[in-house]
């Protein structure tokens, strides 16, 4: 066992807890311990490891009755003060002034959990402890304004003005409602398990969301929030015992044991197939045509099953989500959808596995229906493919050992992996982190007919089968609109005067509660760490040039537990402009087309046996030395075991060698997919887009981004399905031009993560790769984008809006500065969060400023507002101006702005921030000098910088998306209004 892994006897005497079983979990090197608090049963399970990045998790099994969204407004809600820390907003506080790498509470269809983590050990107790207090005191009970706030309230401004409900939960909920795809996962799980929790709404159905009462609220948190019912976790190095102790005489001891009524209850399977249509909103110019939704789903055991839920995590990938995959490919082949969605969720109880085509017509569902049954049973008379079973093996096996999560802790993403068994069954805590040994039986069985079998008895003669079709309807939304403005109308006339009165008071004194700030008192009572706790140095970049077999590579020098990570990087700087968005369709096509050797779905197997992935992306890096320069890039990321580096510059040799771009039936394929998922991007990441759209107004970087990424894109990638037919022979011309272009020695600059060990496997390898690059002499672009403000309102058939406001400080004339982080900070989680999301409802508000272009940005995210967010954006300089705080708040600020910058870095994140700065231009002394002035920073520094943000609202980029309604109301704002999708 590894430093600091300590059994349960090491651990020494548990006293007020009772030691069920304790397991070695071998695959991530760590102890398991189940404990049971003797007095109330609350569960508790611990993974004792040396990992630093503690996570810490209190969760109630929360199986809802309704729709009402009550769990999710508990969520909210609990975290709005407490008995011990009763500042209205104590997450925000935490936010502000903790050096978490985690802080967040989630509701699912079957629980709530609440979850953080630290790397410094004062700060995970503080956590702790206002986490244990908001889940089991809240001040939900003395305050109604907390429930009217984060679920739903009337708002009536005055005798003549219009009702409306508002609330966070219920703008939330709007805007994941407005998703077609989010639509149609809720209401599958609905179909399937209509007499469980899993067939009502957890989160919140908008229209039922204010049948809640604030008593039910409260009766729902008296049931499920009680130890009695509580699942807590501890991960990492930490001092186990301690923790136990403090959990008991603090918050445990003081409750009985009440038995709780919470169980996950079973859907009795189907006796024959039901089927459900449903209706969502487009918008009045879209096509009714080519956009039903039609969806098999069926019910896969329990998620207790954990090598059947790994089976069919296989078969998923092998026949639906792998490049040619035969189900995929027949549903495509025969003209029904344009885009095959697919899953398998085995994260709740009763696992789904789902197929999905994406823009077909209503009237193919017999058709769906005959092709899934017709390939299946094809399938398990010719055998399901060998090297394709091998591929998705291994590629889910690559993930597991890797256990990158990005910026997730993966004890976070342990905890959460746990729940999926242990909420059902209380001795099954940790089946899913023990899964190397699923994976060999799994590779043992592909010569077997076990992979057939299940085919045979889950999908093609499992009854317990939902079929539900969404079918588009025009105006829905508007609809949907007129009546609940109607419904409102005829409730505000039926009102006397004295209730009329009452509700303006009510309104009145919801905006005072709101308005009214958290006492000194109050705020001084949440925990804070000084910054003295604060590591003073900023993190190492890890950037060597080095020379091997004669090529210059950036080698990044870290532990990677024998996984070389490698980007090829390709300037861009010199293709001509009008090639632009097709370098966007390039990145989409490689690799997943026929080459010279392979078929796509050879290929897609060979990527996967042999390699964790082979990528292709686009970047655009800015210059600090020249702000108004970048470098845009396309990149080929690899990542591979040392011994399969062979393998690796292979397939990287075959993808940019011999890669065939002259299949048009493949070609229009993937165009219909990109445009289908990217439309599914831009809705459901309004808040990024519009700021990237807005920045493109004024940046040629920015420009670059929106034209390969962006609704630039989007827009050209929909005109090329539309016009595939006539402009298919220039498409293939001009992405055959784009391979010339790009992969030339000349333009490539590789970035290498591993430690010294891995630099060998470069030996004799590289130097065969770079030779093969063509070094063919081609006409190079000096051009430049023709940049020009739009100030654009994009239409969508949603509810709610994203509002973005952006613009450039470095052209004004002013100066970077580590301040205007602490600034970010501040406004996000103060003014703006005030203004936009307390008092507005938006679900979320941010702004951002960057070091190396100067660029700056302001955001709401499912906002039920536009105009009155402009409005507070256009504001925002004279809050700074007069701005004011003590000392311990500027301390605050100081400690929230450090832990968002030293987010723990995986190896990969390490290598790929190091090759980022190299390519910027950025030094350690550059970001050490800023990490100096956010440490240092002051009221006084916080207060000049309100010209930065002055000059970034004198550019006056704006950019909406949102709904019909709300764009065409405030048209006067935009410069041109258009429709996001045509």
Known sequence: MARNIKSSKELGSFNDYELLFEEELKDINSVGILLKHKKTGARIAIVSNDDNNKVFSVGFRTPPLDSTGVAHIIEHSVLCGSREFPAKDPFIEL????????????????????????????????????YMDAVFYPNIYQKEEIFKQEGWHYELENMESELIYNGVVYNE????????????????????????????????????????????????????????????????????????????????????????????????????????????????????????????????????????????????YVLLSAPGAPLKQALLDAGIGKDIISSFDGDTYQ??????????????????????????????????????LRAAINYYEFKYREADFGQFPKGLMYGIQMLGSWL???????????????????????????????????????????????????????????????????????????????????????????????????????????????????????????????????????????????????DLEDIPKELTPYIGLLSSVLGVVDTEHYSYLELSNEINIHTGGINCDLSCYGKKSSPNEYLPALILDVKALYEEMDDAFDLLKEIISFTKLEDKKRLLEIISETKSRLLMHLTSAGHSAAVDRAMSYFSESSRFSEEVKGIAFYKFIEKLEANFSEEADELISKLKLLMDY???????????????????????????????????????????????????????????QYVARTGNFLRAGYEYTGALEVLKVILSYEYLWTNIRVKGGAYGCMCGFSSISGNGYFTSY?????????????????????FTTDDRDMTKYIIGTISGIDTPRTPRMKGDVSMGAYLTGLTGEDVQKQ??????????????????????????????IGSESKVEQDRDLFMEVKNLSN
């Open 424 to 570: 059902y069954d209380d001795s099954k805590p940790f089946i899913k982190l023990n899964s190397n040994v699923l994976f060999e039986n799994l590779k043992v069985k592909i010569h077997t007919d076990y992979y057939v079998r299940l085919i045979e008895n889950y999908l093609l003669n499992n009854p317990h089968v939902a079929l539900v079709t969404l079918v588009p309807k025009k105006g829905l939304t508007s609809e949907k609109e007129q009546k609940l403005k109607e419904k409102l109308q005829d409730y505000k006339n039926d009102l006397s005067k004295e209730e009329l009165e009452k509700l303006i008071k009510d309104t009145g004194s919801l905006k005072e509660y709101q308005d009214t700030p958290s006492t000194k008192e109050e705020l001084e009572s949440i925990p804070l760490l000084s910054v003295e706790d604060i590591d003073k140095k900023s993190q190492p970049f890890y950037n060597e040039e080095k020379d091997v077999d004669g090529i210059t590579i950036v080698h990044h020098n870290v532990f990677t537990n024998g996984i070389a990570y490698m980007r090829l990087i390709f």
């Open 95 to 130: 936010a502000k002034g903790s050096l978490n790498t985690f802080l967040n509470a989630m509701t699912y269809p079957d629980k709530t959990i609440y979850p953080i983590a630290s790397c410094n050990e004062q700060d995970f107790q503080n956590l702790m402890h206002v």
């Open 742 to 800: 790009i992969f030339r020695r000349e333009n490539l600059i590789i970035s290498f993560t591993s430690d010294e060990e891995g630099i060998d496997t470069l030996k004799g390898k590289l130097l065969p790769f770079v030779e093969q690059l063509t070094e063919e002499p081609v006409e190079k672009s000096a051009e430049h984008f023709e940049l020009r403000k739009a100030n654009e309102g994009f239409k969508t058939s949603g509810q709610v």
């Open 862 to 882: 499912r906002d039920p507002n536009l105009k009155e967010t402009n409005e507070i954006y256009e504001k925002t300089a004279d809050y700074i101006r007069n």
């Open 173 to 316: 909920m709007k805007g994941a409602f407005s998703s077609p795809e989010q639509f149609l996962f809720r209401t599958i799980q609905n179909a399937l398990f209509p007499d469980t929790a899993y067939g009502v709404e957890s989160g919140g159905d908008p229209e039922f969301i204010p049948d809640l009462t604030y008593e039910e609220f409260l009766d729902f948190h008296r049931r499920y929030y009680h130890p009695s019912n509580s699942y807590i976790y501890l991960y990492g190095d930490m001092d186990v015992n301690e923790k136990l102790t403090w959990l008991h005489e603090k918050y445990l001891s003081q409750f009985e044991y009440h038995f709780v009524d919470s169980e996950i209850k079973f859907q009795e399977p189907f006796k024959e197939r039901r089927e459900l249509t449903c209706f969502y909103p487009l918008s009045e110019q879209d096509d009714l045509a080519s956009n039903t939704y039609h969806s098999y789903n069926m019910s896969i055991g329990t998620s207790l099953d954990s090598e059947l839920c790994m089976a069919f995590q296989v078969l998923e």
């Open 931 to 960: 990490r100096d002035e956010i440490l240092h920073a002051t009221k006084e520094d916080i207060r000049k910088l309100a010209d930065i943000v002055k000059a970034i609202m004198d550019c006056k980029n704006l950019c909406v």
């Open 351 to 388: 696992p789904i596995f789902s197929v999905i085509a994406k823009n077909a017509d209503i009237n193919q569902k017999e058709d769906f229906l005959k092709v899934i049954k017709e390939t299946l049973e094809r399938v398990v008379r010719e055998g399901v493919d060998e090297k394709s």
